[in-house]
Each structure stands twice: as C-alpha cells, then as structure tokens.
C-alpha cells in the first residue's frame, strides 16, 4: 500500500508540467489533496495497467514473488559484459537497484541464449521466488529484455511473479532528428537516445546535412564545417508571417568524426543503429555555400537562415558526383550500419533544366527528362555505395524517374509512394506526415509552442498503422515506421522533448504491438507509470492529451459542442461549474467569445484550456462538398464550416479544412430562406507548406437548390473572401479556383497546391 501511496503522489505531483521555454505558459505547481489521493487510489487498485512500455506481446501474472533486497546479480556472459555497464546506470538511476556482474551459480538472473527464437528481437522473461530467468536471440533482444524488467521494477526490493513473452510487431522502429535547423550537442542527443531506447527503438535517423548547415566533419573538405557549419541569420517566427524578420546572430555547430563514432557506440550499446542522412541532389545550400563550384550557377551564395526549398542544388555533373562520392566514403568509415539515407527529397529542376552540364549528362546518358536525371543521379550514389556492401534509403521523391535497383524507401508524403514502393518489390519505411510528423501541433490549445502547422494528437499517433491499404502480398516489404522530427522551430532541446513526448510512446506502442491496448486504458497507464518517470528523468512533456475533445452537433438554436474526457476521473469545469457540454447560439452579427475549460481530477486543476468560437447567422448549418477535403484536414463532417472555430495564423490543422485540389466547390443549406448582406470565408497562404491563397472565387445563391444566382465573380486579393449586398436565398454555393500546379521555383513545384480555408461567415 505504502508503494502504492508514492506511486500516486509521483504521478499527480509530477506527471503535467509544461516547457519553461514556451512562452504564454501559466504552470502552477501541484499540490497533492487527500481526496485526490484516495480517488488515485481507487484508479490504481482497479485498472491494474502495466507498467512496461511498450506493452509487451504476452503477458501472465503467477503466483510467488522474487525478493532481492535492492540487489540484482546479472548472470555474465559476453553479451551481459558488452552492456553492464550501462544496464547497471539504468537500474541505479531508475530505482536504486544495484545490478551486479555473476557467475551463473550465484545468479539472480539467469541468461539463456537461444538462437532458435522466433523473432530475432524477441524474448522470455520470467519471475518466480527463485530467480529471473531471460531467454534471447541475441544482444538486441538482450536489451528489450533489460528495459522490461527495469520497467516491471516498482518497489526496489520485490517482483511479483509473472511470465513474459515478447517479440515487435515491426523490425524498423525509428526516431529522426533534424540538426540541421537546429544544432544539439552530442550531451542532448544522448538525453533522447536514452529515452527512445526504453522504448524499445532501434533506429535513430540522424539528419545531419540541410540548407541550413552542414554538421558533420568530412576531413577531405573542410569548408563543410569551416563554412557550410555556420549561418549569419535566423528566421524570427513563422515562415509565413509577413514581413519576415531575422535574428542576425551567427548561428551553427557541427559534430567531428571522433564525436559521431562515440554516438554510435553510445547508441549500439543501448540496442540502437545510427543511420545518417546526407541530403542530395536538393536541400544542398550549406555545401553551395562552401563549394559553389558543386552547383549549376555556380554562384556563392550564404548559408540561409529561413526554411523552405530553393532552387539551388547539386549539379549532376562527375565532379559534383565524385564530391559526394568522397563525401560518402568517410560516413560508411564513421557508421557501420548497413543503410545510408540520401534523402532524395525537395530537388527542384529550375536550374537542371537550364543547365549546359546537366543537359550534357543526359545526353550522354540518354536520359529524357529532369526526373530520370535525379534517378540517374541517386542509382549512381547507390552503386558507389553496393559495391562497399552499403545500401540506400530515401524519401519517396526516389521513385519520381524509376527507383534504384537495390533502394529502400522512407514515404513521407502519404503512405502512397511507399505502397508503391512494396508493390515494385522494395523495402519501405512508413513515416506519413498525417501520422508521423511530430513537429506538428498536438494540441488546439492558444498557448501551444510555436509550430510549423498541421495537427497531430496523441490519439491520432495511437491510430497509425504502417500496412494499412497494402496487400497481404506486399506486407512482407514494409520494414515498419519512424517518428520525424523537423527542427525549424524548435531551438531548444527541451522544445523538441516537448514535441516528442509522450507521442513518442504511442509511436513505440504502435510499432511495437500494433496499439492493441485501448486508447483510454493506453492513457491511464501512461498517466500512473510513464510520465512520473520522465519527470524523474529532467524530461518536458506535453500534458496536452488531457485536454477535452469537442465533439460538434447542431442544435436548435446554433451548435453545441459534447466535451470528451480523455480518462474517467477528470472532470470539467466553466465559472466553477462543472459542464459536459458548450452551446453557442447563432447571431445576426458575428460575436467571437472567449471560454475556458478547467481539467480537474477532483479539486485539483491539470489544466485550462482556452477557446474561442465565432457566433454567426450559419453557425450549426450543414454543408453539402462536392469537393471533399483531403483527410487529413477535415474535421467535425459537415459542420467544418460552420462550427465556430476561425482559424488562426500561424495555421493549426484541426481549424481549417484542406483540399488537395486546384477546384472546391460546396453549398450551405440554411435550412430556410434567410436574409443577410455579408458572406465571408478566410483563406490561407503559406507558400512554404505548399498552401496557397486562391486566385478567384464565385459565389451564388438560390432559394430551391436548382437554380442559382451568381452574386459574386472575383480575382481573390488579400486572404478574404468577401461579399457585401442584400441577399436572400436558402442555399449559398462556393466555387473557389487555386493555380493547376505549383509554379517553378516554388516550394512544391509541379503539384497541387492546397488550398486551406475557414468558417463561412453569413450575418445581416
């Protein structure tokens, strides 16, 4: 019982803090109430989660329990030895168990190596009045087994009894850091590997080559690091904010060879493989900046400091090639693992295709276009790198021109490029920005760091499912999935752990068992057991799935919104009074009113959260798309356009709806006939996430849904759609026209660009 009374209080003193970086954060420190204690209780007595994450494949309590008085004798043998010292630091460090090396006589855990195991990953672990015994395959599974029975460790002198077997749902589970936007020092990467390794990680994609700095020593190319390091600006706020500011500070970093191997081994040792990335043919400026003669102008041009794509990348020419070529040979002598990531992403063709040099390549290549240029380009990259026993791996772009012969594939834009990819018989990694992404906001919530855009909750992490739309056939080919972590707008270290957790562990869940515990029950048992020990571990986390989710319907008078509780126990409040549920009445003139929600465990508040809806004459009023927004921007069904919420800029996904098409067209139904003089809908331009405003727009209006009316046909100038006269009509049809393809030159150029809009407004 005493175990369980600390268990409660390192849970609800700990378990909700907030960066102390982000600015617009009001963290007020818990305070523990009896009756929140015995409520805790109650939860923990009842729910009996377990506490090793991810959950493993099988698991059986038994009868009898291990007492081992704050001592562990760990059986030695060459594995045990290889990471000693490191399983004695996680025992020490988590609970102050001291883990000592033994012979097997004396041994209260035993080891048995057995190569005929099933999964190569997988393992047994069980725990009776005589001992612990493990059973693997080899180092990795080794160490899966360590972090679990680190994890089952919760009074530091007593285990209870329990079986184990486990195995991964996926061989590929990645975490990738961008340190190219921003640096972190080798101490920061280690903070990270260490937690991703008690998750049960096996991948840390290292990015270490961008527009924005080279950070990686390459001895045969000093100006790399000596130039290609360092940057004189720094973008202020979001690219899309206008006009743009800079921070004009040099800013930058770079890891030296000797650093990056004792990170592999650092990494190896906890059960990790380091897989670095060096961009080509795109995102090439910091090596433009300190070898312009690599390029197609040939122009000296800085290290930038905003983000985005640009047109300057490698030539395809030999000596641009053979450059990377030695570029490459000193990575493979840094990182043992097998695959090297080329990225292959974002290479616009402006200058390709006006390139004497590059055209000279093709000709005498026989190559037709630009595209096959880029496959000729990356299939040269991965025979330098086969014939040293390496293989490649880049984002889906690969696939424009024909794929490599022997490439792996990261897929990125969607889960298409990868199913493609397994259909061609390649191997894959699924990592779709709608899933995977984690520097998207997580929350709706106003006081959120500042964050690239998009909107990726918890919840929606728990959903991914790297196989799904593929065929049985094909399945075999997906390696498994990887959380990306871009770092334009996160500087700091604990700006990115703020990012990453705990939507990491939802992550390692999925890809581990394939997220087979529900939801709810997956939240309670982060709650009692996971957060408390990133607290203890110095780690920011996001609290932020336990804000309500809005569930929206429309009511008689305007629309009501149902709270959600993420768990049972919390509670919510407005003005001191509980509440399930908000109605906003619909007015004749557009009122925006300001709420918040507090988020209670009995009288104990965990959060508040902000919100702001707009009351209109349509608020709560159907919306028939003949255009349908793209799935991974389209909320609340029909009432995506009526449901209250305007979005803002800096743009979150969860308040505007998104169409991946250059023609939208939808009808309001007012239900009856109604008369008002203003209609007006926001738009969004964002040229750097491939967002732009449209270019014209049309408006009609009729009264029996058969005839209509053009009331408006206008160029779009500014983000607003607007109409002002005296109308009267029962449904309002929206045609809104956006550019065919991304121009040249662009971020995106020669896709479709998203258009993005907002509530329509209708008022008297």
């Not at 009898?64 to 004798?73: D, S």
């Not at 040792?269 to 910091?286: C, D, K, Q, T, Y």
């Not at 986390?541 to 149902?562: H, M, R």
Request: proline share 5%; aromatic share 12%.
């Amino acid at each position: 019982m005493k175990q369980v009374i600390k268990q409660a209080i390192r849970t609800f003193a700990f378990c909700y803090p907030l960066p102390e970086t982000a600015p617009d954060f009001n963290f007020k420190h818990m305070k523990i109430s009896l009756s929140i204690l015995l409520s805790f209780l109650t939860i923990t007595l009842s729910a009996q989660h377990s506490p090793v994450f991810p959950e493993p494949a099988h698991v059986e309590h038994t009868t009898g329990k291990l007492v081992f008085n704050g001592e562990l004798k760990l059986e030695s043998n060459r594995d045990s030895e290889k990471g000693y010292a490191y399983f004695h630091e996680l025992f020490e460090r988590d609970h102050g168990v001291h883990l000592l090396l033994s012979d097997s006589k004396d041994a209260s855990v035993h080891l048995q190596l057995i190569h005929t195991l099933v999964y190569t990953e997988g393992y047994q672990l069980d725990v009776s009045e005589k001992g612990i015994t493990i059973q693997y395959s080899n180092y990795q599974s080794l160490c899966n087994a360590m972090q679990t029975l680190n994890q089952l460790i919760q009074d530091p002198n007593v285990l209870e009894g329990i079986h184990i077997s486990d195995e991964p749902a996926f061989g590929y589970r990645g975490f990738h850091l961008d340190c190219s936007r921003h640096f972190f020092t080798i101490a920061e990467i280690e903070s990270l590997i260490d937690q991703i390794a008690k998750l049960k990680y096996n991948r840390f994609h290292w990015h270490l080559t961008d527009d924005q700095g080279w950070r990686i020593e390459i001895k045969k190319y000093p100006k790399l690091t000596s130039v290609g390091a360092w940057r004189d600006s720094t973008l202020m706020g979001h690219f899309s904010k206008q006009p743009i500011e800079y921070e004009h500070q040099k800013y930058g970093g770079f890891y030296t060879q000797e650093e990056a191997r004792k990170l592999v081994e650092y990494a190896r040792i906890r059960g990790i493989e380091i897989i670095p990335e060096i961009e080509m043919p795109g995102h090439a400026r910091a090596a433009l900046a300190a070898y312009p003669e690599l390029s197609c102008t040939e122009q000296q041009l800085p290290v930038v400091g905003t983000w985005g794509v640009f047109d300057d990348v490698f030539c395809s020419q030999e000596k641009t090639r053979t450059f990377l070529k030695d570029v490459l040979d000193e990575i493979i002598e840094i990182f043992p693992y097998p695959v090297i990531h080329i990225g292959g992403d974002e290479s616009p063709k402006v200058n390709w295709e006006k390139c004497p040099k590059c055209k000279m390549v093709m000709e005498v290549n026989h190559l037709h276009n630009t595209h096959e240029l880029q496959s000729f380009f990356i299939t040269d990259m991965e025979k330098h790198l086969n014939a040293k026993g390496r293989t490649i791996i880049g984002w889906d772009e690969i696939l424009e021109g024909g794929l490599a012969p022997n490439a792996q594939v990261m897929s990125w834009q969607g889960m298409e490029g990868g199913i493609a990819a397994a259909k061609l018989k390649h191997q894959v990694v699924m990592t779709p920005t709608s899933y995977c992404y984690f520097d998207y906001y997580q929350s709706g919530h106003p006081s959120e760091p500042l964050a690239i855009g998009g909107y990726l909750p918890l919840e929606k992490v728990y959903q991914f499912d790297p196989t799904k739309g593929i065929d049985d056939p094909y399945k075999r080919y997906i390696l498994g999935g990887q959380a990306n972590m871009w770092t334009e707008y996160l500087s700091t270290i604990h700006a990115v752990e703020y990012q990453a957790f705990p939507r990491l562990l939802a992550m390692a869940e999925v890809l581990w068992n394939r997220s087979k515990v529900p939801y709810h029950s997956f939240v309670e048992s982060l709650s009692e057991y996971y957060l408390p020990q990133l607290k203890k571990d110095g780690i920011h986390f996001s609290t932020s799935f336990l804000d309500p989710t809005l569930q929206y319907k429309n009511s008689e008078n305007g629309i009501t919104y149902d709270l959600l509780k993420p768990i049972n126990e919390v509670s919510f409040y407005r003005n001191n009074e509980a509440v399930n549920s908000i109605n906003i009445k619909r007015s004749e003139k557009p009122v925006t009113q300001a709420l918040e929600i507090h988020s209670k465990i009995g009288n104990q508040e965990l959060r508040t959260c902000s919100y702001r809806f707009t009351s209109h004459l349509a608020l709560g009023k159907a919306v028939t798309f003949d255009t349908k927004p793209h799935e991974k921007y389209n909320h609340n069904g029909n009432l995506g356009l009526t449901d209250g919420v305007v979005g803002g800029k800096p743009w979150k996904g969860n308040e505007w709806l998104g169409f991946n098409e250059d023609t939208i067209q939808f009808t309001l139904d007012m239900e009856t006939l109604a008369k008002f003089s203003s209609i007006q809908i926001e738009t969004l331009n964002d040229p750097g996430s491939w967002i732009y405003r449209p270019e014209h727009f049309q408006i009609q209006i009729s009264s029996d849904g058969k005839k209509f009316k053009t009331v408006a046909k206008a160029k779009l100038n500014g983000d607003l759609i607007r109409v002002q006269k005296k109308m009267k009509a029962r449904y309002v049809k929206v045609t809104i026209f956006n550019k065919e393809l991304i121009p040249p030159g662009q971020t995106g150029a020669g896709f479709t660009p998203w258009t993005f809009i907002n509530e329509i407004i209708l008022s008297k």
